[in-house]
């Protein structure tokens, strides 16, 4: 049960604290005084609903408390759902939980003062609280809605997860099919481009050391020019008629004149000065073959390869014009290499997958249509009993006997799977060509499967059953007919998926007289089990309550709206229920009414 609830800045409601009895919890006022606010609230602090447009204008944050005390067979529940992360010691009693909304946007919740995730909370809040409001009366026609009762009746919620999940995962799988067939004529024009590109770019081979191709081609010049230099100097000394053949020329002529000369006075200085020459022209020509030697070394060290050379200025040609086809720096182009070669891969191997896909498909939908089999089985065992449970209870909603009836349609599951085997084998054998391409198409079991299981189940009624024919519930029911028939639904599953606390928006919507005391007295039974809290304009059902909350919406001095939320005493009681009968008008008849029904209440 709701022990507390505790607000702060929460929509119109500056700051609450409110308790609550173990039975019947009643909210009363005038339209629009923000009595679902309370509800809101509690929905909100169990993760139901956003935070934003609850925050109050001109707060800096908001936060929602509460505090439950579970019964035990609820709390082993818990048990199994939630980490032990949020228990102290075995299955906890007592459950805190609070949520904080801040105005910069941050959110927080936390379970026993161990922060927590907001799935955590949902999982948690379904043990917790169980929400009905006068609209919503559109579950009652939901497929969705109708099969999870009837499967939370039945027992098997996880065999239904477990075929809505493997239904999933068909579906997937048939649109990457689909989809890759319908890519098909696409993608053989994409794997030609992707072809000749990544030729075009392996044949490059191109690495990070291209980056360098500027550098080494400049230095193969230089040496180029470096080599001519040394070969100039080389041949100009070797050549015929260079340096060093006149210098031997004039070596031998000055040698052979001083053996020729004879001595005579003056002729010691020249020939002083002859052999001087000859001295000189000795020392020249052995400098001249150091140079040239020397020369022939440097020419050889010169890297001076043509071919090497044209080779390179090829390559750093058909990169730059590579850059400039792609728009692309040198690593980029590595990169797009790279990643046009996988892309090239993954089209390669696209066929493949498709085919495995295809025969993955086949195998799931074999154990898909196993599994609806059996999870159809079990609902049909069990609908009788859910359908005997909410007939029991139309008399004491005034309503005629198997009025409500839960009906459950055949899934389609002797259709045969028709392999896709023969279009396989008739694509591999022409090869692959677009014009020989025949599409896949879903096998023929698949139609009119669902993530139910295949099959519809529908929520029926009649006003008359013997005469009129059932209809679903939201052609043929009135509104007041469909909040009694939402009742019985959530009374029926009390036994079977019972949570701490009900709440009722307004379900008397629409109901009056006979119905609204029938209506009245299933609340009343209902709570001395279980613990509600209702929000109503119905003084019969106010005066049933045990505990007795009132909303009053004030306005501030620039018509700001503030509500304020207080317990009634006995005589505030009388006033309160007094002003839903009559208002004003009437108020000594009004009034008496208003005690005679309390005093119903205390005799009850």
């Known amino acids: 049960?709701?022990?507390?609830?505790?607000?702060?800045?929460?929509?119109?409601?500056?700051?609450?604290?409110?308790?609550?009895?173990?039975?019947?919890?009643?909210?009363?006022?005038?339209?629009?005084?923000?009595?679902?606010?309370?509800?809101?609230?509690?929905?909100?602090?169990?993760?139901?609903?956003?935070?934003?447009?609850?925050?109050?204008?001109?707060?800096?944050?908001?936060?929602?408390?509460?505090?439950?005390?579970?019964?035990?067979?609820?709390?082993?529940?818990?048990?199994?759902?939630?980490?032990?992360?949020?228990?102290?010691?075995?299955?906890?009693?007592?459950?805190?939980?609070?949520?904080?909304?801040?105005?910069?946007?941050?959110?927080?919740?936390?379970?026993?003062?161990?922060?927590?995730?907001?799935?955590?909370?949902?999982?948690?809040?379904?043990?917790?609280?169980?929400?009905?409001?006068?609209?919503?009366?559109?579950?009652?026609?939901?497929?969705?809605?109708?099969?999870?009762?009837?499967?939370?009746?039945?027992?098997?919620?996880?065999?239904?997860?477990?075929?809505?999940?493997?239904?999933?995962?068909?579906?997937?799988?048939?649109?990457f099919i689909m989809n890759w067939d319908r890519g098909h004529h696409e993608r053989l024009f994409r794997k030609d481009w992707l072809e000749h590109q990544v030729r075009e770019l392996g044949a490059l081979k191109l690495s990070i050391e291209d980056e360098n191709i500027d550098d080494r081609i400049r230095s193969l010049e230089q040496g180029q020019r470096l080599n001519a230099a040394f070969a100039e100097v080389v041949g100009a000394i070797q050549r015929e008629g260079g340096v060093v053949d006149?210098?031997?020329?004039?070596?031998?002529?000055?040698?052979?004149?001083?053996?020729?000369?004879?001595?005579?006075?003056?002729?010691?200085?020249?020939?002083?000065?002859?052999?001087?020459?000859?001295?000189?022209?000795?020392?020249?020509?052995?400098?001249?073959?150091?140079?040239?030697?020397?020369?022939?070394?440097?020419?050889?060290?010169?890297?001076?390869?043509?071919?090497?050379?044209?080779?390179?200025?090829?390559?750093?040609?058909?990169?730059?014009?590579?850059?400039?086809?792609?728009?692309?720096?040198?690593d980029e182009l590595i990169v797009l290499s790279k990643n046009l070669g996988d892309e090239l891969k993954g089209l390669s191997e696209g066929q493949k997958q498709r085919d495995d896909a295809i025969e993955s498909f086949e195998d799931k939908l074999h154990d898909f249509l196993a599994r609806s089999v059996k999870l159809h089985q079990q609902r049909e065992k069990a609908l009788p009993l859910l359908n005997k449970a909410l007939n029991r209870l139309c008399p004491a909603l005034d309503l005629r006997q198997e009025s409500i009836q839960m009906k459950l349609m055949q899934p389609n599951t002797n259709a045969k799977v028709r392999s896709a085997t023969p279009q396989l084998e008739h694509y591999r054998s022409k090869g692959g060509p677009e014009d020989d391409f025949n599409a896949w198409t879903p096998p023929n079991a698949f139609e009119g499967a669902n993530p139910f299981g295949g099959g519809q189940c529908l929520l029926v009624y009649s006003p008359a059953p013997k005469s009129v024919e059932h209809q679903p519930v939201h052609k043929i029911a009135s509104g007041g007919e469909r909040s009694r028939i939402l009742l019985a639904i959530k009374v029926a599953f009390a036994e079977t998926m019972p949570c701490s606390l009900y709440l009722f928006d307004e379900i008397e919507a629409g109901i009056g007289?006979?119905?609204?005391?029938?209506?009245?007295?299933?609340?009343?039974?209902?709570?001395?089990?279980?613990?509600?809290?209702?929000?109503?304009?119905?003084?019969?059902?106010?005066?049933?309550?045990?505990?007795?909350?009132?909303?009053?919406?004030?306005?501030?001095?620039?018509?700001e709206v503030h509500a304020e939320i207080s317990t009634l005493s006995s005589q505030e009681r009388i006033q309160e229920i007094q002003r839903m009968i009559g208002g004003d008008r009437n108020k000594e008849l009004s009034e008496s009414m208003a005690r005679k029904l309390l005093g119903h209440q205390k005799a009850a």
């Open 246 to 330: 006149i210098l031997t020329s004039l070596h031998f002529q000055v040698e052979a004149a001083l053996s020729e000369t004879d001595e005579c006075e003056g002729t010691h200085a020249l020939s002083d000065g002859a052999e001087q020459l000859i001295s000189q022209v000795e020392s020249a020509k052995l400098q001249l073959r150091e140079i040239r030697a020397h020369a022939q070394k440097l020419k050889e060290k010169a890297p001076a390869d043509s071919d090497e050379l044209a080779a390179l200025k090829l390559r750093r040609t058909q990169i730059r014009d590579s850059q400039r086809k792609h728009r692309s720096t040198l």
């Open 1 to 175: 049960m709701l022990k507390e609830i505790r607000l702060q800045n929460f929509g119109f409601i500056d700051q609450a604290k409110l308790s609550f009895d173990s039975n019947m919890n009643v909210v009363t006022g005038e339209t629009g005084a923000g009595k679902s606010m309370l509800l809101s609230a509690l929905r909100y602090c169990c993760g139901e609903l956003p935070a934003k447009k609850w925050l109050q204008k001109g707060a800096d944050k908001m936060s929602v408390c509460t505090i439950w005390q579970v019964a035990p067979q609820i709390a082993k529940r818990i048990a199994q759902h939630l980490d032990e992360v949020f228990y102290d010691e075995g299955c906890p009693s007592t459950f805190e939980v609070q949520r904080v909304y801040t105005k910069s946007g941050s959110s927080r919740q936390s379970i026993n003062g161990h922060r927590c995730s907001k799935a955590e909370l949902l999982t948690l809040a379904q043990f917790l609280l169980s929400s009905t409001a006068q609209n919503f009366v559109h579950q009652l026609s939901d497929t969705e809605r109708v099969f999870g009762w009837l499967d939370a009746f039945a027992g098997c919620e996880a065999m239904a997860d477990s075929v809505r999940k493997s239904f999933a995962v068909l579906q997937e799988q048939k649109r």
């Open 513 to 559: 007289g006979e119905s609204a005391n029938a209506l009245t007295d299933m609340l009343d039974t209902f709570s001395a089990k279980h613990q509600t809290l209702l929000v109503t304009h119905l003084d019969r059902l106010a005066a049933r309550a045990n505990h007795h909350m009132k909303v009053v919406k004030k306005f501030g001095r620039n018509d």
